[in-house]
């Protein structure tokens, strides 16, 4: 496709009907547009979307996107097309017809930009296709999926480390909002992005306040947390089984909360209608497994709740981020117990896999509970896991009620001063 916007400020305001760019939104998409690589971390809903698809309606060709979740993809291409731009995707959920027609418009030049499931570009034919076409840039989305290590590896995108020697000359971004050292490194190294330039924005979310406390009858508690918000609070509840979501939204509905439960073993009519009805009416409570959010765009979320223990700092950042999109207050509430880390050592011992891999997932825990552990602030400790640094908030339970140290401390000090 030929360039079809003079400049990304254009392409901004013309398709996307937006004034200005966010943070560093604007250098990362100056450096693609003039044919380097990048790597971007920011945080979800900072607005990494934009950061491949306006050099791809700036720069002459089609925009590939690689992006693991279908519905996703089927958001965004609906969105874009929306918008007027040329965007179609490539994957499994297609049948012949249809995939031949995105073909031909992609090799007549007729596309601005190409998405396509992670699995259908680790075969041989689709990338001969896209080397008989013209690449603009090539997006890997959700990029931390490349870590084997990471809470959602995809094997699939090991193989996308080719793609900087498959088509040399095409500029490359890698984004993600998963932002430890170790899965940052990751990146670069498995998707041979040696030579990108890195942006990454800080990863705090200062409008949610973070509330852990101990879990005594978790189901009680969720109801006098939920009870404490202001009314008609839209929200999300987590728990880890199915089973638990499921009493937990049914007994959430006797006290008289619009409560719905969401995962992966609901039929799907029942999932799209829940979630329909979250994202359409106030004040509903989507008691979920971690099955659901990715892609949920929903500003107005004004609580996230763990009724179980995320296996996972980058998973607790990622579930609790799904709240206060709109930068208005919002709450991250969770209770935490000590059986909760038993049963999920239990878990890790009882897992098949290898030795180093257990030993990670054992590390992820332990990141996870020195976060509910600590009597310091809690974005602090949230945001150093992360590389950095900050001080301490103000927005968190332990920065604004002292944590009740008396039991250790009374006695620490009588004994001092003896
Ligand atoms: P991410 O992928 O980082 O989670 P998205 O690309 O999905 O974020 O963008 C989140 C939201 O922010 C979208 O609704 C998007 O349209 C909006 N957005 C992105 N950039 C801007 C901007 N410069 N000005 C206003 N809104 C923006
Ligand atoms: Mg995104
Ligand atoms: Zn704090």
Redesign the pocket.
């Known amino acids: 496709a030929p360039a079809r916007y003079a400049t990304s400020a254009e392409a ?1 305001h013309t398709v ?1 009907g ?5 943070g560093n ?1 604007a250098a990362a998409i100056d450096q693609i547009v003039q044919g380097g690589d990048a790597v971007v971390l ?10 491949y698809q306006i050099p791809a309606l700036v720069r002459p060709g089609t925009g590939l996107v690689v992006s693991p979740l279908i519905a996703l993809m089927h958001d ?1 291409v609906d ?1 874009l097309v929306a918008n007027g731009v040329r965007a179609a995707y490539l994957n499994s959920t297609q049948a012949a017809p249809q995939r031949a027609a995105v073909e031909g418009a992609y090799l007549a030049g007729e596309l601005d930009l190409i998405y396509v499931a992670p699995e259908r570009l680790s075969n041989a034919s689709t990338r001969s296709l896209l080397q008989r076409g013209t690449l603009s840039v090539i997006a890997i ?1 959700e990029a931390h999926c490349v870590s084997q290590w990471g809470h959602d590896f995809r094997p699939d995108y090991l193989t996308l480390g080719e793609l900087g020697t498959q088509f040399p000359g095409v500029p490359r971004v890698a ?1 993600t ?1 998963t932002a430890t050292d170790a899965t940052h490194r990751e990146i670069t190294e498995r998707l041979r992005l040696n030579e990108a330039q890195h942006f990454v924005a800080s990863f705090d979310r200062p409008n949610i306040q973070y509330r852990i406390d101990p879990k005594v009858e978790p189901r009680k508690q969720l109801l006098a947390f939920i009870r404490s918000q202001p009314e008609r609070s839209a929200g999300i509840v987590y728990a880890l089984s199915r089973k638990s979501v499921d009493q937990t939204a049914e007994y959430l509905r006797t006290q008289g909360i619009d409560a719905l439960a969401y995962h992966a073993g609901l039929d799907s009519s029942i999932r799209a209608a829940h979630q329909s009805r979250f994202l359409r009416d106030d004040g509903v409570v989507m008691v979920a497994t971690i099955a659901f959010g990715m892609g949920i ?1 929903k ?1 107005d979320v004004r609580f996230v709740a763990h009724i179980d223990l995320p296996k996972s700092v980058e998973g607790y950042y990622q579930e609790t981020g799904r709240a206060g ?1 709109d930068g208005e207050p919002a709450v991250a509430w969770m209770a935490y117990g000590l059986g909760d880390v038993v049963q999920q050592r239990r878990m890790i011992d009882q897992s098949p896999g290898e030795r180093s891999y257990k030993m990670r997932l054992g590390q992820h825990l332990d990141a996870m509970l020195a976060l509910c552990e600590t009597v310091g602030c809690r974005r602090q400790n949230l945001l150093g896991y992360f590389g950095e640094p900050s001080g301490a908030c103000g927005n968190c339970d332990t920065c604004l009620e002292a944590p009740d140290t008396w039991d250790g401390l009374v006695p620490a000090q009588k004994l001092l001063s003896t």
């Open positions: 901004l996307f937006y004034e200005s760019f966010r939104q920011m945080p979800t809903g900072a607005g990494k979307s934009l950061i965004q969105a989305d984004l909002a765009d500003p999109r």
